[in-house]
């Protein structure tokens, strides 16, 4: 990085923990919560990348309840666990689910069984959800979803595609812990890191009603080749017509004594971001807040209108910050590591070409974009400056070829533009950061 950009390195950094902080989940749990329940069994159901210092939060405000409140968090951190012992706490793993993902979903729906009418269930929902619970539907292993499931991920489907397919072969997801809860009263709170907070697509919806169909997940079945992307048989049967489950509607007597809230949110975030640009003294410029689509893709489009903001830099005399949030997608063909923002990140420097006013940031909020770095740790997103391209040429790296090979993880490592913020312990989307300054 040149020197000169150290400042408004800083400033990139200070804009994205804004945006964090204001997804923090203690506070968003707790700006919700409403009064303990008087009488009755009062269960705890928790699952997420934020379900930790949420729970946390609920325990600490409300105490044990005289003995009536318990019940159990599904989470991928639970080294920071510090919960009072009248909560579990499951620790199991994201992005791949493992045997442990399927042990926790299944707690979860047996605790929501065990409740009856006079009972409240609390259930605590963050992004990070779906991986974090899933306990496969009758007759299907833990193996085959992991496979159906890793070929979604690798096939470029959006949050909403996905989720269509991975409803249909879930125990717990598509508003089945709801059916599992029903009788007792519930109440979600979420903190959304999808696209229109769709309560529905937040962890696959374990307690909202579903609107999309076995023929919705038919069709991203066919549009994206999912069944030649298998190589596993029973993966294959998984996906025919005849094994798709459907999910409950809103109709379904689970849902008439269930409310959903969500209580932080990607918006509330950028928006934290765009007050953040303001008091740096730079001028915030909206690209979208819900932007989807393949990461290089949109990078192109990004790079395109960076390029077309630098005479309005020079003419305000004031950095410009381009701000976009949204979940992109990677379509992986080659065996490189990295993750949306990587790549996108990567995909931008390339379209730049080392364009002397521009820098740009890209980040998963919850602090893990994609793969790890080769140590285990969390990689967030990655850093990009004007010199990015000529320090790679200098170090040996084709940009170009790490594009190809899907290894954004690996050039910002070599660049040591990687950003590693540790996990954050919220979810709410990607933050992305175009600055645009003043030649």
């Known amino acids: ?32 919560l409403p009064p303990a329940p008087a009488r009755g069994r009062v269960a705890l159901l928790a699952a997420g990348k934020a379900s930790l210092p949420m729970a946390r939060a609920v325990a600490d405000a409300w105490g044990d ?67 974090l619970l899933a306990a496969p539907s009758e007759g299907l292993t833990l193996d085959t979803k992991r496979a159906i499931n890793d070929a979604l991920l690798a096939s470029g489907a959006t949050i909403h595609e996905i989720n269509a ?9 598509g508003g089945r812990l709801a059916q599992a809860a029903h009788p007792a009263r519930l109440l979600t709170l979420a903190i959304s890191d999808v696209p229109g907070d769709d ?19 038919l069709a991203v079945i066919a549009k994206y080749n999912l069944l030649d992307r298998l190589t596993d048989d029973a993966a294959r049967q998984a996906l025919a017509p005849q094994s798709l489950r459907e999910t409950p509607k809103p109709s379904d007597p689970a849902f008439e004594r269930a409310d959903f809230k969500i209580v932080a949110s990607p918006a509330a975030s950028i928006d934290a971001a765009i007050k953040a640009v303001e008091e740096l003294g730079w001028k915030p410029v909206m690209l979208g807040a819900e932007i989807e689509g393949e990461a290089r893709d ?37 065996e490189g590591r990295g993750g949306p923002n990587r790549e996108y990140a990567l ?28 140590d285990g740790a969390p990689v967030a997103g990655a850093l990009v400056f004007p010199d990015t391209p000529s320090r790679a040429k200098a170090f040996g790296l084709d940009l170009a070829k790490a ?6 993880g690996g050039a910002f490592a070599a660049l040591g533009d990687d950003l ?13 950061l175009i600055l645009v300054a003043p030649s």
């Open 165 to 173: 397919v991975r409803k249909r072969l879930s125990a717990i997801k």
């Open 65 to 131: 309840l005289g003995g009536r409140l318990f019940g159990a968090v599904v989470t991928n951190d639970a080294a920071k666990a510090d919960l009072p012992a009248f909560l579990e706490v499951i620790e199991a793993s994201h992005p791949t689910p493992d045997a442990r993902s399927a042990a926790g979903a299944r707690r979860l729906l047996e605790i929501a069984q065990s409740l009856g009418p006079d009972d409240f269930a609390l259930a605590l929902i963050s992004g990070g959800g779906s991986a």
């Open 420 to 432: 590693r913020t540790g996990y954050t312990g919220t979810n709410v989307n990607d933050l992305r």
């Open 347 to 374: 995909a931008l420097a390339l379209a730049l070409n080392g364009a002397p006013e521009i820098a740009a940031l890209a980040m998963d909020t919850d602090g893990a974009d994609g793969a790890p770095a080769p």
């Open 199 to 217: 309560p529905a697509v937040i962890a696959s919806g374990p307690t909202a009603p579903d609107a999309s169909s076995v023929e919705d997940a």
């Open 298 to 334: 949109i990078a192109t489009t990004h790079a395109e209108r960076a390029l077309a903001a630098r005479a309005e830099a020079q003419a305000i005399g004031a950095p410009v910050a381009l701000i976009s949030g949204g979940e992109l997608t990677v379509t992986i063909s080659g």
């Open 1 to 32: 990085m040149l020197n000169e950009w150290k400042p408004y390195a800083e400033g990139m950094i200070k804009i994205a923990a804004a945006a964090v902080a204001a997804a923090d989940p203690a506070r968003a749990a707790l700006s919700a």
């Open 403 to 408: 594009l190809a090979d899907n290894d954004a």
